[in-house]
Structure formats: C-alpha cells, structure tokens
C-alpha cells in the first residue's frame, strides 16, 4: 500500500522527524488558502501522485515548454496559477508510462534556501533479511542516473533487526554523507528516528529524495515516499483512511476485496491461477509460445466458488483479455469448485474469448464433467504445456 508524499511527511512528523510546514489541497482555492497559512515568500506547489520523478514530469494537456509537477511559487497568485494548471491534467513521469497520472490534489509547501541535497532511504533486504539503509551525497532528481553511473556514490548499511539501529549505524550515515559538526550529530539522529519510523509502521519501503541541508545547517526531509507491508496491515487498521483509491488501478482494487492477488500486466491472454508459484510458471510458458499475459492473478489455496466466480469476472472487465488460461493443481483447492466458479462467471457475462482450462489433483474428474456438461466453448487441456498452445492458437484464431 503506497500513501502521498504529505501523509508520509505527517506520519514522519510524529517521530520527530523535521519536515517544512505544508497543507494538502483539493481545490485551487484550497491551495490559496494552505499557502496563505505558511510564511511564505517563497511556496512550492507539489502533484500528489503514488509516483517518481514529478519534477522532471510534463503534463499531457499543456505544452511541452510547461512545468512539471514540482513547482516554486513567489507569491499567491503563482500557487493559484500553478494550481489552476495541475489539478484536473495528468502529469507522466518516468514511472507513471507514457498514460500517466491524473493530479487530484496537490500539496502546498514552505519554501526551503537549500544549500546540499542528499538521498536516505529504508527497504527490506529479502537476501540478508536485514534493513538496508541507502544512502548517498548525490540526492535530488538525479539519484537513477546516480545510481546507474556512479554506483560508488551509494552506501547501504545493514541492520540486524533483532539487534535494531545502533549507534555505530549511526555514525555510518553520517560518515558516508560527508557530514561534520552539528549537522554530523543530526544525520545520526535522523537516521535512528527514521528507523524507528520504519519498523514502527511496518513500512515496506521509505525513501527521503532528497533530504537537504539548508543554509542555517538544519536537516530536512525534503520529499518522502512511504509504502507499507500489506501483510502488517492488520496492525495498522487507521492505515485504512490514508488509502487513495483513485490511485489504483481498478481491478486490482476490485480484486482486493476479495483478498485475490491480482496484477494487471501488458499482454492479452487473461490467466487465473491458484498459487503464486504456479502463475509465474503459467506467465512463462505463455512467453515460451509467443504471447504475453495479460495479469497474474493467484486465487489462493482455498478460494470458494465466489472468490473464483469474482476473480473470472475481473478479467474479463479487462478489455485488452482477448483469451483465458486457467491453470488449477487442486491440493487444497478442489478442482470442481474452480469448475463451477468458471461456470457461474462465464454464464453472467458475456464470454467473448476463447477459454482455455487445464485442471488436475483433487476432484479433477468431477471438474472436468462440469466443464463438459457446462454448454459453453471452453477447450480442455492435458498439461501445462498443451494449455498454453491451446490458448496462444486459440488467440491467434480469432484474431
């Protein structure tokens, strides 16, 4: 679960953690008034959007000379400017693809007289099983090429999670930010809290770009992006209201409420698969025969026939399907419970596309007769292997 750059500054906030003063907004006028709210003279207009490089972004609507989505302002007939230009127009960024995201709301900062910037970030380092801390002297919009060019500029310091942040780790940070005095001292504070704030809400990835030291010598985050772990998310049932929905794709929102994991990819064959495992391997034999998937979607072990009946129709609300592979190994799964949650979807709409089932393990035989006596033109497959030669002719055919 991804939140906006304005929560994460305002959850940071409670550990402590200096941020500059900002207000997020809906409206124009909204914007008006949260700049108002600030000291001023100088404001910064911000696209809130679950993606990178806002900065360097361009907006479909406007012209290519146009700023991007982080905009400085001298005065409030700026912000109103800026804010009449972003709201409402979909800003494409390098992690947004060319169809980019529609800006919804906008977050109104204090200007900051930055004299460094620098890059700090969390994640979880699934090889070690430790907390990386990233660091860099090289922050800013910059950090891809960084990181792409000069990797030698970028530190990662483990951390033990049964040992937690030590003062040592600390003093890391510091050190490989090129910091000394007061501002040295700040970074290993800075570095403890952001810790703390990362294990404290179950965060999956925390990344501060940049942080800056302004001209007085303070430390500031300067931008912030925040992801939780979602299987944490039970710990944190207030996370619920930080959720913005306009910023997912809706399939996969309508999948979440089914607790089907579903992921919308670029292909066209549609494939329902019970265990993550086996819907990588069906992803790749389906690339092995020249096609490209259009989702992964796991129903899980024990799904009902509802759970399978609302996954079917997810991928068929997904225009680009022009053909369906279900691949189910019935362990806990039973394989006539796949069958008539097939049968129930395939018969509330409107089929359209070839269907392709492969089903084996636990009540195969009674599945199979259910998809035989069924009436609908749904190809039987013997194995993995004929099911994805099936659906790629099947495709091809009706193309």
């Known amino acids: 679960m991804n939140i906006h750059e304005y929560q994460a500054k305002e959850l940071l906030s409670k550990f402590g953690i200096a941020v500059p003063a900002g207000y997020p907004a809906l409206s124009v006028e909204e914007a008006v008034a949260a700049a108002k709210q600030l000291p001023g ?172 030291e302004d001209k007085n010598g303070n430390l500031l985050v300067l931008d912030a992006k925040m992801s939780f772990d979602s299987n944490a998310e039970f710990r944190h049932p207030e996370f619920a209201a930080l959720r913005d929905e306009s910023e997912e794709d809706p399939m996969e929102v309508e999948a979440s409420k089914y ?25 790749d034999i389906i690339k092995l025969n020249g096609a490209f998937p259009a989702n992964f979607l796991d129903v899980g072990g024990g799904a009902s026939k509802e759970k399978v009946t609302a996954a079917f129709k997810i991928i068929l609300s997904d225009p680009a399907v022009k053909g369906i592979l279900v691949n189910i190994f019935g362990g806990i799964m039973r ?30 035989a009674e599945g199979k007769a259910i998809l035989n006596n069924s009436g609908l033109p749904i190809v039987s497959a013997n194995d993995l292997g004929d099911a994805a030669q099936k659906i790629v002719a099947e495709v091809k055919r009706a193309a």
């Open 259 to 283: 607790d089907l994991a579903y992921i919308k990819l670029d292909g066209n064959i549609g494939c329902m698969v019970n265990g993550a495992g086996l819907a990588m391997a069906t992803m």
């Open 41 to 212: 003279p100088l404001y910064v207009v911000k696209a809130q959007i679950h993606a990178g490089g806002r900065g360097k972004g361009k907006f479909k609507e406007l012209g290519p000379d146009a700023k991007g989505g982080v905009r400085l302002a001298k005065s409030l007939e700026e912000v109103e400017a800026n804010a009449k230009e972003m709201l409402g127009n979909t800003l494409v960024t390098v992690q947004t693809g060319e169809h980019g995201k529609q800006v919804n709301r906008l977050y109104v900062t204090d200007g900051v007289d930055i004299a460094k910037e620098y890059y700090l970030s969390l994640l979880v380092d699934r090889n070690s099983g430790q907390v990386a801390m990233i660091v860099s002297t090289e922050g800013g919009m910059d950090i891809e090429a960084v990181a792409h060019d000069t990797p030698e500029r970028i530190t990662t310091i483990t951390i033990d999670p049964a040992q937690g942040f030590m003062p040592h780790h600390g003093r890391a940070v510091a050190f490989a930010l090129k910091l000394t005095g007061d501002t040295n001292k700040q970074a290993q504070r800075l570095a403890k809290q952001l810790y703390e704030a990362f294990t404290a809400l179950d965060c999956a990835m925390l990344e501060i770009n940049p942080l800056v």
């Open 335 to 364: 394989c006539d419970t796949i069958a008539e949650g097939i049968v129930a979807a395939a018969k509330e709409v409107d089929l359209g596309v070839p269907l392709v089932v492969r089903l084996e393990g636990t009540n195969v």
